[in-house]
């Protein structure tokens, strides 16, 4: 439904405008969340639970604050394009290229990275935990290309914001990041007391969470998890 809704939400930008920078991010907008809509009403179907909801949807309160948290995520991570649509400036057409190649390439690594989750667990035992592909290199790295493509589209329309348009911009990545990494690293949800529950007892689990990147891949060093 959230990601969906990002879809639905794009398309009027794309009627009776006439400005390329608008145009492109609103097909991205559409294009990615029509995509992760699908694939995640297919997994829905397949899988039919989320253990690691169950906590937190088992009370009115944790309900609540669910749903507060997904319409504060639609509303800020869609910033940068909603914003972008109240200028009538054309922006830079480098930038506009910049942020396409960004979200092009975050479409491809998040794409790829839940296709190579989703056939590693179709084709494997539940007790095997996913250290393969992108998933060798992050331990969310789905995550990272959402960061990296939704940051292209920050690019995109910066330009054409202003100061105050423009920083408010950058408030959805910053927010992205914040509710990745406190998912990442269990002080939003129970994943990671679900997944140590689950495959704590492999030593190879073990040194996988202590040598790979909770998102960002090694290369950026700086996002590298020391714990």
Not at 53 to 60: A, K, Y
Not at 73 to 101: A, E, F, Q, R
Not at 207 to 219: A, D, E, G
Request: proline letters at 5%; a positive charge; aromatic letters at 12%.
């Amino acid at each position: 439904i959230g990601t969906g809704a990002f879809a639905v939400a794009a398309l009027p930008s794309l009627t009776g405008n006439h400005l390329m920078r608008t145009n492109i991010s609103g097909i991205a907008v559409a294009v990615w969340g029509t995509k992760l809509a699908s694939f995640l009403f297919f997994r829905a179907l397949k899988v039919k639970h989320d253990t690691r909801l169950d906590d937190t949807l088992s009370t009115i309160g944790g309900t609540t604050v669910f749903w507060a948290i997904s319409f504060l995520w639609g509303v800020i991570c869609s910033l940068p394009h909603t914003l972008g649509t109240t200028s009538s400036d054309p922006g830079n057409k480098y930038t506009t290229i910049v942020g396409t190649v960004m979200f092009i390439a975050g479409l491809i690594i998040e794409t790829a990275a839940d296709y190579q989750k989703w056939a590693f667990k179709s084709s494997n035992t539940p007790a095997q935990f996913c250290n393969v592909g992108l998933w060798s290199v992050s331990q969310h790295p789905n995550w990272f290309g959402n960061l990296v493509l939704w940051s292209g589209i920050v690019v995109m329309n910066v330009p054409a914001l202003g100061w105050a348009r423009g920083c408010a911009s950058l408030a959805s990545p910053l927010f992205m990041w914040s509710l990745f990494y406190g998912q990442a690293s269990g002080a939003i949800t129970p994943a990671v007391e679900l997944a140590k529950a689950k495959y704590g007892s492999d030593p190879t689990f073990l040194k996988y969470v202590k040598n790979i990147p909770l998102i960002v891949p090694r290369l950026f060093s700086w996002g590298k998890n020391n714990s």
